[in-house]
C-alpha cells in the first residue's frame, strides 16, 4: 500500500517556475515507478512524466520535454516535479501515482498506475 500527497501548486505567471511534490507513505515507496499526470477542466487526465523506481529512467511528454525535470529522493519518499517556463496550457490539476510492480520501467498509461494522490492545482496566468 502506498499513499500519496501532493504540494506546490498555485499561481505562477507565463515563464514562472513551480516545483511540485509527491510525498509517499508505504513499505514498497522505494519500488515504485512514480507518474505524474495533470488534468485540465472538461479534458481527459494526461501524462507528464514518469521515473522509474530507481530514478534512472524518466520519460517525458513531448509537450513539457526541455521545461519539466522530475527526481526522486527514496530516503525521503519523495517524488519532485521541477517545473520552468510554464506557460497557460500548462494549467490543471497535477497527479502523482505509483506503481508499486515497476520492474524498473516507466509507464506513461494512466491505467498502469496502481494508487493516486489528491492533486494538487497549478494556474498560470498570461
Known amino acids: 500500500q502506498v499513499q500519496l500527497v501532493e504540494s506546490g501548486g498555485g499561481l505562477v505567471q507565463a515563464g514562472g517556475s513551480l516545483r511540485l511534490s509527491c510525498a509517499a507513505s508505504?513499505?514498497?515507496?522505494?519500488?515504485?515507478?512514480i507518474g505524474w499526470f495533470r488534468q485540465a477542466p472538461g479534458k481527459e487526465r494526461d501524462f507528464v512524466v514518469s521515473?522509474?523506481?530507481?530514478?534512472?529512467?524518466?520519460y517525458y511528454a513531448d509537450s513539457v520535454k526541455g521545461r519539466f525535470t522530475v527526481s526522486r529522493d527514496n530516503a525521503k519518499n519523495t517524488v519532485y516535479l521541477q517545473m520552468n517556463s510554464l506557460k497557460p496550457e500548462d494549467t490543471a490539476v497535477y497527479y502523482c501515482?505509483?506503481?508499486?510492480?515497476?520492474?524498473?520501467?516507466?509507464?506513461?498509461?494512466?491505467?498502469?498506475?496502481?494508487?493516486w494522490g489528491q492533486g494538487t492545482q497549478v494556474t498560470v496566468s498570461s
Open positions: 508505504g513499505r514498497t515507496f522505494g519500488r515504485s515507478a
Open positions: 521515473i522509474s523506481w530507481g530514478g534512472g529512467s524518466t
Open positions: 501515482a505509483a506503481r508499486s510492480s515497476s520492474y524498473g520501467g516507466t509507464y506513461i498509461r494512466a491505467n498502469e498506475y496502481d494508487y
